[in-house]
């Protein structure tokens, strides 16, 4: 057989530990989708090798985005390279060269 080692497999498991979760705290049918109820309170769990674990816990959908993700709450805060310039006045048929007469 062409099974993989043992320590590869390891290694991609072991990658994964530590990665955050938020999971939607609604009675029913158990977790759905994120845009199904933004508002809902979130649970974050944190996976530790064998299970999800509580972690921590955020009033919505948004603020559980936050906790997810930091690093884009912080791209999005410092804008990047020279701010573009609004349209000048205008129709906008500056934009297509004229027809030949």
């Given at each position: 057989m062409n099974d993989e080692?043992?320590?590869?497999?390891?290694?991609?498991?072991?990658?994964?530990?530590?990665?955050?979760?938020?999971?939607p705290i609604v009675s029913g049918d158990g977790p759905k989708g994120s845009h199904v109820n933004p508002d809902a309170p979130r649970a974050i769990e944190r996976w530790n090798g064998h299970a999800w674990e509580?972690?921590?816990?955020?009033?919505?959908?948004?603020?559980?985005k936050r906790i997810l993700y930091p690093e884009a709450a912080e791209d999005r805060a410092a804008p990047r390279g020279p701010v573009p310039k609004p349209l000048g006045r205008?129709?906008?048929?500056?934009?297509?060269p004229p027809a030949p007469r």
């Open positions: 080692p043992l320590s590869d497999w390891a290694e991609r498991r072991d990658a994964k530990i530590g990665r955050l979760r938020a999971v509580p972690h921590g816990f955020a009033p919505n959908f948004a603020e559980a205008g129709t906008g048929k500056h934009r297509k």
